[in-house]
DNA sequence: AGTATATAAAACCATTTGGTTTCATGTCAA
DNA sequence: TTGACATGAAACCAAATGGTTTTATATACT
């Protein structure tokens, strides 16, 4: 169980729709589960396994209070999203390649 | 198959670490598919089947020539990524939260 | 014409994914 | 202490995913 754990990551974790709402919903404040199952129309256990998926990439975290367990946001790993798509769209030549090719088209 | 067929969207397409390749190499210049196998350790099938997914997704397209076919990058439909992104991480109330609780804690 | 090359298409396979149901456990409240 | 509530854990399942091998077809080269 190293720090380097991660059996998910960031880009596998927001493929998913129902995880990508997940998100959202969290970004507003944290949840326990069945406050967020009530926004989906499945089960308490699928999302459990949803937020299990964000928990091992890192994306939000658990705390037990009372019978309950409150999940929050960590938005960090999206920066890893954002460098992602940097390589494509911010001041790279491939932008500019893509552009001035396109303009050619046209 | 209408236009708005698009089985595959961005998000699930790059999920796959070889899809991310995929495109990097892309980014570069265009490549026939055999050309992009050979910076893998798997079949041409293979990567024609990722292909396929990155074509669904609008994030690349391939043309006919003579017996090879070309793929070229489409960098558009990353920019839903940004936005994602950005519900998160710009000028937003939740990242404010954030690093006031994260202050907070320390 | 015949051979090598580049891709396409299909069948197949193991594993993962995204869901379910069922049962067990811990906590709160009357 | 009894019942309701919130979660955990396990077994199960169908479909999707990521790969393979095999066979076929079109194009290019000599």
Redesign the interface.
Known sequence: MSQTAQKHDV??A????TR?EV??LL??KELPISEITSHFPMSRTAIAKHLKVLTDAELVSGRKQGREKIYR?H?EP??E??R??E???SN?L??LK?VVENDKEK
Chains 1, 2 share one sequence.
């Open positions: 880009f596998q927001i493929a998913d729709p990508r998100l959202k970004a507003e946001l938005p999206l920066t999203l954002r992602f798509y390589q494509f769209w790279k491939s932008v893509y």
